[in-house]
């Protein structure tokens, strides 16, 4: 990735999520009247994978992924059956499903497939936006940051 954003809803396809971590997620931004409101999600964002024959590099950086307008959000994450201990959950991929309502509203069905513990993140959502926060850290076969690189990035 040689852009570093921030990255908006048309930059979908240039963009992978997969093995990115999320630390956080909350709800910004809350429209009563919509019943919608911002789903926010602290990530290390992964803007580029190096192997060679003896190392894998990741360049990390820490990043928000918002998206806008939520509506019909399901969780679903699985600590329990694998008696994982609590970490940030790590990314498969996100899919998206365009909709198109009889008013001539457009937006998306969002699927955010969960690699680790097992489970997933869906919703509705017109559009997204990331950002990266602080500067990107090269690191050596890990895909993570740990909470100083990530304090320290902020």
């Known amino acids: 990735m040689t852009n570093l954003g921030p990255w908006h809803t048309e930059d979908f396809d240039a963009l992978s999520?997969?093995?990115v971590h999320v630390?956080?997620?909350?709800?910004?931004?809350?429209?009563?009247?919509?019943g919608s409101a911002d789903l926010v999600l602290d990530l290390d964002y992964i803007l580029k994978w190096e192997?060679?024959?003896?190392?894998?590099?990741?360049?990390?950086?820490?990043a928000e992924l918002t998206f806008h307008e939520v509506f019909g959000l399901k969780l679903d994450v699985d600590y329990a059956t694998p008696?994982?201990?609590?970490?940030?959950?790590?990314?498969?991929?996100i899919h998206r499903e365009a909709l198109e309502f009889p008013t001539g509203?457009?937006?998306?069905?969002?699927?955010?497939?969960?690699?680790?513990?097992e489970g997933s993140v869906r919703f509705e959502a017109p559009a997204f936006t990331q950002a990266l926060i602080g500067t990107p850290v090269v690191k050596?076969?890990?895909?993570?940051?740990?909470s100083?690189?990530?304090?320290?990035?902020?």
Not at 107 to 116: D, E, G, P
């Open 51 to 62: 192997s060679s024959a003896d190392q894998c590099l990741f360049t990390l950086c820490r």
């Open 83 to 93: 008696k994982a201990g609590m970490c940030p959950f790590m990314i498969d991929g």
């Open 140 to 146: 050596t076969g890990i895909q993570s940051l740990t």
């Open 23 to 34: 630390h956080g997620f909350r709800f910004a931004s809350f429209n009563e009247d919509e």
């Open 148 to 154: 100083q690189e990530r304090d320290e990035t902020a």
């Open 17 to 19: 999520w997969h093995d």
């Open 105 to 117: 509203f457009k937006s998306f069905r969002w699927h955010i497939a969960l690699s680790w513990p």
